[in-house]
């Protein structure tokens, strides 16, 4: 019995469960000397499609007594196994290293700690003055390194180097050159997202060696996605299963640890009608059909994170008694007074709306419609493109006044609505806290969150909606303009 | 006579690599520097009469990164070191700009290096002023006759001009134009301009003598200076596999590489081209060093684009049309998310309609990946959707890499290539 919810989220370091027939493994021989070669096949085994930087990262490093290039600069796209493949080397060969993730490092006498303990214990760190200069940990390296010289190359890994940047402006040209510096067989690989372009210094620095760590094809993410397949099921029906995941996902993240993440918490929903006894595992096309639609959902809900794991695999047991399909969205959960949500529709029609135009729009009677331009020619683009315009708190009631159905008092209670709005951050408060007269207020919302709201409120504002459509429609098509009056003015006299 | 065993092609392969390793990398210093024997000469001769004879200097050595100026100091001292007279008599003191990156630490350093009396072990006690005032009075205290010269090396000269007050800098060409112990101050520097990073006050006690090096080899001569960093030394202990090696061809192909390289003494191209010998493939050949300039040389933000998924690509182009309309101007998300809307419902045949918040995901990628930047970065009062931004890549980028792009669908090529979008 399959159930969903002890299906736990593997670890990221990737485990051969049992080889399958499926994947054909390139038979690569890795030719390095000075290590032994088994370790190096395993190490191959476990490094899917990454054979060639394998072998390109290993004929770089030499044999572990000759010398490396001072630095190395691998970069490539998130989820391309950099640190991965890096460690993997690291510790199956037992090279010396020191692993530091820059993110970690708030102040850069961590990252010389964490190097001095790695490669000369901690005895060696604790020498380390309190706030150690990048000059301290230069001279106690070569004290240290003086006094036990290598043997073998270690290594420096920085992970995440982008953030070096924002430490000390000497830390990284320092870096890329501590071979020097320090006179010993030493070498820095920094790995990042990044390109090698946004890190270089002013005045330059010593250039390290670049290496690009290329993104996984579509077939090399089936291929590698496939191996975590479920051992009560063929790990043909897995890779067709990767298959239709990709066939949703593929265009829109290319990244490996998400799509994981999705296809691990789908497989249940996706084997439901194999359990249920409605579908063979030969039946793709019914299975498919089970699956798609719920990959979309996934894809407006976990995949954007507005719903976590837990709930998603909550909300699939649930779905299991019930068969109604729930749209999920955070939006759809907020719970407003009555007045406040005529407050926020009001206040955004106030910012998108030109002042000017208001009086066309709210007044019962506003006299002849001329046939002027409607919109200044500078407005033509702006309103719905450049953002909430500010407004102040006298239009905004005046708005109000006249979008609300009944007679509304302007008590305490109405105007605490609007600070309450404020604090919610549906609206921003624009210029000086102590401005009291005439405070000034932005609508920090979208159209869609206001259609959603208006549907809310009864059915006599349905006019609403047409308003906020119209102001959508103007702002893009402003010939029709004069069909639009007609259609407005009906409305208010309706 | 001795009987040597043969190596095998294997123990040959990896002692050359191991050689040469150390050539290139650990930057062993070579017997004479090439095509610098006048800055040579100029430079030994200074030091040698603040050494011998006891003439205070100061001279700045400048060229581009990687020209050799560090190279060259290394084997001006050494020569220097191997003078009778200089031998017990020098001190020197060697700082970096990188490292000691304020006057209080550099002023640790140099007491630490001189094995001054306020050092015990490794600590330096006292405060700035009193080591400073120590320093300079064991410096004023000896003349010509009496104490023993010290040469101060300054690497990274132009970052001890940021530190406050160029303190440092002062005293030590203060030292160097009075009569009190020889001192030879000696500024590495990368910049041209570094004189006018100077203040008046050190820039009138500096004696304006700098020794530039630019490379000025001819063709002929940057070839015979590659073969000499890459041939193997003539007691390899296999001659015929260090025959082979040193007669392989590989003239042809350093002629793209003298284009782009700054001087013969920054040794990537050569170092990866050594990296890819192996058993199988033991000597050097033109193609290893074509393959080793074609890594340099790629394009990485072209090759980071690669990797993207169709959507990010549309949004780029989105972008890039954007630019091309406006000129340049920067852009909001909703201007993006706009233009990407239009080609849906106009032009789309394969892609679907995504929801905003999944194409604002996509954006956000494109942050990350510095792709795009912010106009203002830090202060955002403004909602993510409407804040500002520019694209950090050219036309010519977003194009190349549209043609590389693997699988992408024709309407989404289309569009990018439609001048008017």
């Known amino acids: 019995m399959f159930s969903s919810s002890s299906l736990p989220i593997q670890p990221l370091c990737i485990r051969i469960i049992q080889p399958s027939n499926l994947i054909k493994r390139m038979s690569v021989t890795l030719q390095c000397p000075g290590y032994p070669e088994d370790t190096l096949r395993s190490l191959a085994e476990r490094l899917p499609c990454r054979e060639t930087q394998l072998a390109t990262l290993l004929a770089l490093m030499g044999q572990p007594d000759q010398y490396s290039y001072p630095s190395v600069f691998i970069y490539g796209h998130r989820a391309t196994g950099k640190s991965h493949v890096v460690l993997s080397i690291m510790k199956d060969l037992e090279l010396p290293h020191a692993s530091v993730d820059c993110v970690e490092c708030v102040s850069s006498g961590l990252l010389f700690h964490q190097v001095l303990s790695a490669f000369f214990g901690p005895d060696a760190a604790a020498l380390l003055p309190r706030c150690p200069s990048l000059s301290d940990f230069v001279r106690l390296y070569k004290q240290m390194s003086s006094n036990s010289p290598a043997t073998q190359t270690r290594y420096i890994i920085l992970d995440r180097a982008e953030r070096m940047r924002d430490m000390d402006f000497s830390l990284l040209p320092a870096l890329l050159r501590l071979q020097e510096l320090v006179n010993d067989n030493v070498t820095v690989i920094l790995l990042s997202e990044i390109v090698w372009e946004k890190f270089r210094p002013n005045t330059g620095c010593f250039e390290p060696l670049l290496f690009h760590f290329p993104d996984y094809s579509k077939a090399e993410l089936v291929q590698i996605l496939s191996w975590d397949h479920h051992p009560s099921y063929t790990p043909e029906l897995y890779a067709s299963y990767i298959n239709i995941l990709l066939g949703v996902f593929f265009s829109v993240c290319r990244d490996l640890r998400e799509l994981r993440h999705l296809a691990v918490l789908n497989f249940s929903k996706f084997c439901e009608p194999l359990e249920k006894g409605e579908a063979k595992e030969s039946d793709i096309h019914k299975l498919w059909k089970n699956i798609e639609p719920h990959l979309q959902r996934a894809m407006q809900t976990v995949y954007l994170r507005e719903v976590s794991s837990v709930q998603w695999e909550q909300q699939q047991m649930d779905e299991k008694e019930a068969t109604t399909l729930r749209v999920l969205s955070a939006h759809a959960h907020i719970e407003l007074p009555y007045y406040s949500k005529f407050l926020l529709i009001a206040a955004y029609l106030a910012s998108f709306n030109p002042a000017r135009t208001d009086r066309r729009f709210f007044l019962k009677s506003h006299g002849k419609i001329r046939k002027t331009n409607f919109l200044k020619k500078h407005e033509k683009t702006s309103n719905h493109l450049l953002g909430p315009k500010p407004f102040p708190l006298d239009r905004l009631m005046a708005i109000f006044y006249s979008v609300v159905d009944s007679r509304v008092a302007p008590t305490a209670s109405v105007f605490s609505q609007i600070s309450s709005l404020v604090t919610l951050q549906l609206l921003s408060q624009v210029g000086h806290d102590d401005q009291l007269d005439s405070p000034k207020y932005k609508c920090s919302v979208s159209l869609d969150f206001i259609l959603a709201i208006s549907r809310c409120v009864c059915v006599c504002v349905r006019l609403l909606d047409l308003l906020a459509l119209s102001l959508v429609i103007q702002s893009q098509v402003v010939r029709q303009e004069r069909s639009l009056f007609t259609a407005v003015s009906n409305l208010h006299l309706l | ?421």
């Not at chain 2, 001769?45 to 011998?52: D, H, I, Q, S, Y």
């Not at chain 2, 002023?129 to 009496?146: H, P, Q, R, T, V």
């Not at chain 2, 160029?166 to 500024?187: E, F, K, R």
């Not at chain 2, 203002?376 to 890499?401: I, N, P, T, W």
């Open chain 2, 1 to 421: 006579m001795s009987k040597r065993r043969s190596l095998t092609e294997a123990q040959c392969v990896s002692l050359a690599q191991k050689l040469l390793r150390e050539r290139l990398c650990h930057q062993k210093l070579p017997d004479r520097p090439l095509a610098l024997d006048s800055q040579y000469k100029h430079l030994l001769e200074l030091l040698r009469r603040t050494a011998v004879h006891g003439e205070s200097n100061s001279v700045l050595i400048v060229g581009p990164r990687g020209s050799g100026k560090t190279m060259l100091l290394g084997c001006v001292l050494r020569e220097l070191m191997s003078l009778k007279e200089a031998q017990k008599n020098v001190l020197l003191v060697e700082l970096n700009g990188l490292l000691q990156t304020d006057d209080k630490i550099a002023l640790k350093e140099i007491t630490r290096q001189l094995h001054l009396e306020n050092v015990v072990g490794d600590k330096v006690f006292g405060s700035f002023a009193e080591n400073l005032a120590f320093l300079l009075e064991a410096l004023k205290k000896g003349d010509k006759s009496s104490s023993r010269p010290v040469v101060f090396v300054l690497d990274e000269f132009d970052l001890f001009a940021h530190h406050k007050n160029q303190t440092l800098l002062y005293n030590l060409l203060d030292v160097s134009q009075s009569a009190q112990t020889p001192v030879a101050v000696l500024g590495l520097t990368c910049r041209l301009d570094v004189l006018e990073l100077l203040e008046k006050r050190v820039k009138s006690r500096f004696s304006h003598r700098q020794i530039h090096l630019f490379s000025s080899l001819s063709f002929a001569q940057y070839v015979d200076a590659v073969r000499a960093q890459l041939s193997l030394p003539p007691d390899f202990p296999d001659p015929k596999f260090s025959d082979a090696w040193n007669h392989s061809s590989y003239t042809q192909s350093l002629f793209p590489l003298s284009a782009f390289t700054a001087g013969i003494f920054k040794p990537i191209h050569l170092f990866l081209s050594v990296s890819r010998v192996s058993v199988s493939h033991s000597t050097l050949h033109e193609a290893d060093l074509l393959e080793a300039s074609r890594l340099i040389s790629a394009d990485s933000k072209a090759i980071i684009l690669h990797g993207l998924s169709i959507l990010e690509l549309c949004l780029i182009i989105a972008m890039k049309h954007l630019n091309d309309t406006y000129d340049g101007e920067p852009f909001n998300f909703q201007m993006v998310h706009n233009e990407f809307k239009k080609f849906i419902q106009r032009k789309s045949h394969s892609i679907h309609k995504f929801e905003k918040p999944v194409v604002m995901k996509a954006f956000e990628h494109l942050l990350q990946l510095e792709l795009v930047r912010p106009v203002d970065s830090g202060v955002c009062k403004v909602q993510r959707e409407y804040q500002l931004m520019r694209l950090m890549l050219e036309h010519g980028q977003v194009m190349e890499a549209l043609q590389r792009y693997p699988q992408c669908p024709t309407d989404v090529k289309q569009w990018a290539l439609s001048a008017f979008a």
